[in-house]
């Protein structure tokens, strides 16, 4: 009977092992994932950054070419 014991407790790590090793990786992913999200909200935050900009310059635009009809 104590055998058996011996071969389940065996069984038991190595599951145990795998299931580590598994996790391991998984975590891996997630970084990986999560880096990746980051990089799209840094650019979906420049794109903002540079329409805001855009649209300033824009609205520069139209103030000077309003002030050069008045002047006409």
């Not at 092992?17 to 891996?28: A, G, H, P, Q, V």
């Not at 540079?50 to 009809?69: G, M, P, V, W, Y």
Request: net charge positive; aromatic share 4%; proline share 0%.
């Amino acid at each position: 009977m104590e055998e058996g014991c011996i071969n389940d407790r065996m069984i038991t790590r190595r599951k145990s092992d795998e299931l580590k090793i598994e996790l391991k990786k998984i975590r891996t992913q997630i970084i990986k994932l999560q880096k990746k999200q980051l990089g799209q909200k840094d650019k979906i935050a420049f794109a903002y950054y540079r329409i805001s900009d855009l649209e300033q310059i824009i609205e520069k635009i139209q103030a000077h070419h309003q002030t050069d009809q008045e002047d006409l």
